[in-house]
């Protein structure tokens, strides 16, 4: 605020008036009212208010082009140059047609294949039914986080409050230490390749100064997409009643995850290393979903990225994206499977038997 220094002098003490004259002095004649040069003011005072409303109106245009706001390319190399009417949300959905087959011949109880070329749902298996989406959680936040942290070279402590519940739970962790200033981008590669808890409440944070914000985010950003049957209670997929979704929806949020360039290129990563410093050595990541694989692709597509989940009430999760020989990408969800590489399988038999169109 600025401050103001009020000064006094010694003005009565020397002031001393003339004593009054013998006869009063002559008055000046009276002058006339300056009509046209209070007209001019008027008219220069109006000019100014116009020009800095004009100002004010091109700045806030400005502020829509520049915002950051929420948005699929908001780490992406997409930028704004021009504003007009505000764009409709893009339609990310997918319908099932007379074409649509029933999954068979898989160990997952519920499961899903979806074409981005054309929206269509190629096949399913109880894909519009609830279930519990597990560490598949963490690609909404990663959406999430990555529409709204502007910098990934930014840092946040991690700290004992974030730390130890998620060690009670027994959540899989990156190995962070409480003190420790930790990057955003090496939040993104935790919370997705390794599924490290800590690092997805990291981002919570980083994101919405809490993690009770940032699931409310979460969900507005499912209802945002029309999400029908998903509603979260956190971030990390650790179990909850009311944290449920369907592979129909996980599907829709996939494909708004591809939608962002940043989103993809951290989901399509095999490998990331976060350096050592004073809490601990060096960190070497590797995608859970990659590991699994040994190299066993689909003849007819090549499996590009995913995030895998696990809970007990869960059992085990995949989503997964690739592309076809013929340039098409494909979303593939399945859930509630008995063991760790069950899902990995599936997935294969499903891009192998049911991608053709």
Same mark, same amino acid.
């Given at each position: 605020?600025?401050?103001?220094?009020?000064?006094?002098?010694?003005?009565?003490?020397?002031?001393?008036?003339?004593?009054?004259?013998?006869?009063?002095?002559?008055?000046?004649?009276?002058?006339?009212?300056?009509?046209?040069?209070?007209?001019?003011?008027?008219?220069?005072?109006?000019?100014?208010?116009?020009?800095?409303?004009?100002?004010?109106?091109?700045?806030?245009?400005?502020?829509?082009?520049?915002?950051?706001?929420?948005?699929?390319?908001?780490?992406?190399?997409?930028?704004?140059?021009?504003?007009?009417?505000?764009?409709?949300?893009?339609?990310?959905?997918?319908?099932?047609?007379?074409?649509?087959? !029933?999954?068979?011949?898989?160990?997952?109880?519920?499961?899903?294949?979806?074409?981005?070329?054309?929206?269509?749902?190629?096949?399913?298996?109880?894909?519009?039914?609830?279930?519990?989406?597990?560490?598949?959680?963490?690609?909404?936040?990663?959406?999430?986080?990555?529409?709204?942290?502007?910098?990934?070279?930014?840092?946040?402590?991690?700290?004992?409050?974030?730390?130890?519940?998620?060690?009670?739970?027994?959540?899989?962790?990156?190995?962070?230490?409480?003190?420790?200033?930790?990057?955003?981008?090496?939040?993104?590669?935790?919370?997705?390749?390794?599924?490290?808890?800590?690092?997805?409440?990291?981002?919570?944070?980083?994101?919405?100064?809490?993690?009770?914000?940032?699931?409310?985010?979460?969900?507005?950003?499912?209802?945002?997409?029309?999400?029908?049957?998903?509603?979260?209670?956190?971030?990390?997929?650790?179990?909850?009643?009311?944290?449920?979704?369907?592979?129909?929806?996980?599907?829709?949020?996939?494909?708004?995850?591809?939608?962002?360039?940043?989103?993809?290129?951290?989901?399509?990563?095999?490998?990331?290393?976060?350096?050592?410093?004073?809490?601990?050595?060096?960190?070497?990541?590797?995608?859970?979903?990659?590991?699994?694989?040994?190299?066993?692709?689909?003849?007819?597509?090549?499996?590009?990225?995913?995030?895998?989940?696990?809970?007990?009430?869960?059992?085990?999760? !995949?989503?997964?994206?690739?592309?076809?020989?013929?340039?098409?990408?494909?979303?593939?969800?399945?859930?509630?499977?008995?063991?760790?590489?069950?899902?990995?399988?599936?997935?294969?038999?499903?891009?192998?038997?049911?991608?053709?169109?």
């Amino acid at each position: 605020m600025n401050e103001y220094n009020d000064k006094y002098g010694d003005f009565f003490e020397s002031y001393s008036p003339k004593k009054p004259e013998s006869e009063p002095p002559k008055m000046k004649p009276r002058r006339k009212f300056p009509f046209k040069f209070f007209i001019t003011l008027v008219a220069l005072l109006l000019i100014v208010i116009i020009v800095c409303l004009c100002l004010s109106k091109c700045n806030d245009n400005s502020s829509l082009v520049m915002g950051t706001g929420s948005g699929y390319n908001t780490l992406s190399s997409a930028t704004a140059s021009t504003v007009s009417e505000p764009e409709k949300p893009k339609d990310l959905s997918f319908k099932s047609n007379d074409n649509t087959k !029933l999954l068979d011949g898989i160990h997952s109880t519920y499961a899903l294949l979806a074409d981005c070329s054309d929206s269509t749902i190629l096949a399913s298996k109880l894909g519009s039914e609830r279930m519990y989406p597990a560490s598949m959680t963490k690609i909404m936040t990663l959406l999430v986080a990555a529409e709204n942290i502007t910098s990934i070279d930014a840092t946040m402590e991690m700290t004992s409050q974030i730390i130890d519940p998620l060690y009670k739970e027994e959540a899989t962790m990156v190995g962070f230490r409480p003190g420790e200033q930790v990057k955003a981008i090496d939040l993104f590669y935790g919370t997705i390749l390794v599924s490290g808890a800590e690092a997805a409440a990291g981002l919570a944070i980083m994101t919405a100064g809490s993690e009770e914000r940032f699931v409310e985010m979460m969900n507005e950003t499912a209802v945002e997409l029309g999400l029908k049957n998903t509603h979260f209670t956190n971030m990390t997929g650790l179990h909850n009643k009311l944290h449920y979704s369907t592979c129909l929806d996980m599907a829709v949020i996939m494909r708004a995850c591809l939608e962002n360039d940043f989103c993809k290129m951290i989901l399509s990563t095999e490998y990331y290393t976060i350096e050592a410093n004073s809490y601990h050595e060096e960190l070497k990541l590797h995608s859970t979903m990659f590991s699994r694989m040994y190299g066993t692709e689909p003849e007819v597509a090549t499996i590009l990225g995913g995030k895998t989940g696990y809970t007990s009430n869960s059992g085990n999760c !995949l989503i997964s994206y690739a592309e076809t020989n013929d340039g098409r990408t494909l979303i593939c969800v399945t859930a509630a499977g008995d063991g760790k590489y069950k899902p990995i399988y599936d997935a294969i038999e499903i891009y192998k038997n049911y991608s053709a169109k």
